[in-house]
């Protein structure tokens, strides 16, 4: 399955396609995650990208574009893919679509995780990192068992200095003037399934099953 996981930040994108990709087998690509990356270990491309994700901005299309095309190309997502914070621009999307047609790739559907305003501001604030593994907390919905520490790995946690709320704002503002044209665009090639992310995450988990036509439980 070629798949593209859609929504606001914070709608709990993240935190589904880890649980999906252990049920499906696929590789997740987050284009966040590969920007964190490159920034920590201080690559050319993690200086240039530094200031758009302190800012709460989007990397240049360029930029993002060529990281997607040297990513889907390695072999392990012949196998299917999930992508997760890409496409986030109508420009990203149409290059996705052509780079599909490229590699004979067609995508299966776009999961759209919906969540109202109000409760993005609350989860992105509240959430937590492992430093080590990347699994992901929230304060209040996700507590991890010992304060501070992973449940996974024990590795520290840490808050991402995006998620301060004058940055979520931003983002927030970023996401409805230039991501959210994209439920449109799928929607329009029938390539588009909803699903309500203010559910638990266990319920959010089963309705993107269904809409893929598989049975978990
Ligand atoms: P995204 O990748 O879309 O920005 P995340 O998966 O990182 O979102 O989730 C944002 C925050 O909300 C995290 O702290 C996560 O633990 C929490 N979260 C995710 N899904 C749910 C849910 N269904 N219910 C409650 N909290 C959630
Ligand atoms: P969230 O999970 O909260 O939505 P991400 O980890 O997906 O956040 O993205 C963090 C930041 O990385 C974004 O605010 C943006 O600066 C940058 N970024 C991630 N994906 C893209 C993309 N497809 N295009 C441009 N910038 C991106
Ligand atoms: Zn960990």
Known sequence: MQLVLLGPPGAGKGTQADALVKKLFIPH???GE????????GTAMGKEAKSYLDEGKLVPDEITV??????LSQADCR???????????????????????????????????????????????GRRMCSKCGAIYHLLYNAPQNEG???V?????????????????????????QTEPLIEYYFAQGLLARVNGAL??????????????????
């Open 29 to 31: 690509i987050s284009t």
């Open 34 to 41: 590969i920007f964190r990356a490159a920034i920590s270990m």
């Open 66 to 71: 060529g990281i997607i095309k040297d990513r």
């Open 79 to 125: 196998a299917g893919f999930l992508l997760d914070g890409f496409p986030r621009t109508l420009q990203q999307a149409k290059a996705l679509d052509v780079l599909l047609k490229e590699l004979e790739l067609q995508l299966t559907k776009t999961l759209n995780i919906e969540a109202p305003p109000d409760l993005l501001i609350v989860r992105l604030t």
């Open 149 to 151: 520490f992973c449940d």
């Open 153 to 177: 790995c024990g590795g520290s946690l840490y808050q991402r200095s995006d998620d301060s709320e004058e940055t979520v704002r931003r983002r927030l503002d970023v996401y409805k003037e």
């Open 200 to 217: 638990p995450m266990n319920e959010v988990l089963l309705a993107l099953g269904q809409a893929l036509g598989q049975k978990w439980n």
